[in-house]
C-alpha cells in the first residue's frame, strides 16, 4: 500500500527539548511539505521541499528545521526556539509537474509541549 | 494570491446533496481551483480540482463560474461520514521553484445530520 507514514501520533515533551516528527513516504514523490494545525485553523506551511538536499522555508519557518536526505524522507525538528510548539503537524507530498497535482497527506502527529 | 471566502458552517441531511460555495474573486487565469476536506483529527484529503470547466470525479462535482469569480463544490448524496471540514484552495504558482504550494482557510465545517 502505497502512502504516507508519520510517527509517532501522539508525541509530549517537555519545554526546551528539541523533538523530531518523523515523515516517511513510498509514492515516490519528488515534494514533500510540513504543515502546522491549530485549533479551529486551518494549516500553515512550515517548510517544503523539492528535491533531496533541498528545501525551503514556508510561511512560518522560525523555530522549526528540516533535513531532505533521502527523497522518501522529511523529518521535521521542532527546536526549543519555537515559542508555541503544541500543534497538529502535516506531513505531505505531491508529484511535481507543470503546476498540477494534489498533495496527499499523513495522518499527522499531535505535539504537546508542557 | 488569489483569497477564497467559504461560510463557517453548513449543515445537510443525510442522503441530499450538499452544496458547498467558495468565492475567489482575485484569481487569476492561470490559477487551479482545489477543494480538499478533513475528517476530524486526521490529514486533509484531496477532493477535486478544476481550471475552468466543471469536473466530476468518483467523491464529487466541482461547478466553475464562466467568470471563475466563484464556484461550489457539490456532494451529490451525503452520508454521515462526509462530516468534515471542507477547503477550497486557489493555489497559487511559486515562480522560483514550481511548486505546489496551499493556502489553507478556515474552511466550511459541513455537518450531515440522520
Known amino acids: 500500500d502505497g502512502g504516507i507514514t508519520q510517527s509517532p501520533k501522539y508525541l509530549f515533551r517537555k519545554e526546551g527539548q528539541n523533538v523530531t516528527l518523523s515523515c516517511e513516504q513510498n509514492?515516490?514523490?519528488?515534494?514533500m511539505y510540513w504543515y502546522r494545525q491549530d485549533p479551529g485553523q486551518g494549516l500553515r506551511l512550515i517548510y517544503y521541499?523539492?528535491?533531496?538536499?533541498?528545501?525551503q522555508k514556508g510561511d512560518i519557518a522560525e523555530g522549526y528545521s528540516v533535513s531532505r536526505e533521502k527523497k522518501e524522507s522529511f523529518p521535521l525538528t521542532v527546536t526549543s526556539a519555537q515559542k508555541n510548539p503544541t500543534a497538529f503537524y502535516l506531513c505531505?507530498?505531491?508529484?511535481?509537474?507543470?503546476?498540477?497535482?494534489?498533495?496527499?497527506f499523513g495522518p499527522g502527529t499531535r505535539l504537546t509541549v508542557t | 494570491d488569489a483569497k477564497t471566502t467559504q461560510p463557517p458552517s453548513m449543515d445537510c441531511a443525510e442522503g441530499r446533496a450538499a452544496n458547498l460555495p467558495c468565492n475567489h474573486s482575485?484569481?487569476?487565469?492561470?490559477?487551479?481551483v482545489y477543494w480538499y476536506r478533513q475528517i476530524h483529527s486526521q490529514g486533509p484529503q484531496y477532493i477535486i480540482h478544476?481550471?475552468?470547466n466543471n469536473e466530476t470525479n468518483e467523491m464529487a462535482s466541482l461547478i466553475i463560474t464562466e467568470d471563475r469569480k466563484s464556484s461550489t463544490l457539490i456532494l451529490p448524496h451525503a452520508t454521515l461520514r462526509d462530516t468534515a471540514v471542507y477547503y477550497c484552495i486557489v493555489r497559487p504558482r511559486d515562480r522560483s521553484y514550481n511548486t505546489d504550494k496551499l493556502i489553507f482557510g478556515t474552511g466550511t465545517r459541513l455537518q450531515v445530520f440522520p
Open positions: 478544476g481550471l475552468k
Open positions: 505531505a507530498s505531491s508529484i511535481v509537474t507543470s503546476g498540477r497535482g494534489e498533495q496527499y
Open positions: 509514492l515516490n514523490h519528488d515534494a
Open positions: 521541499s523539492q528535491i533531496v538536499n533541498d528545501f
Open positions: 482575485t484569481i487569476s487565469g492561470n490559477e487551479y
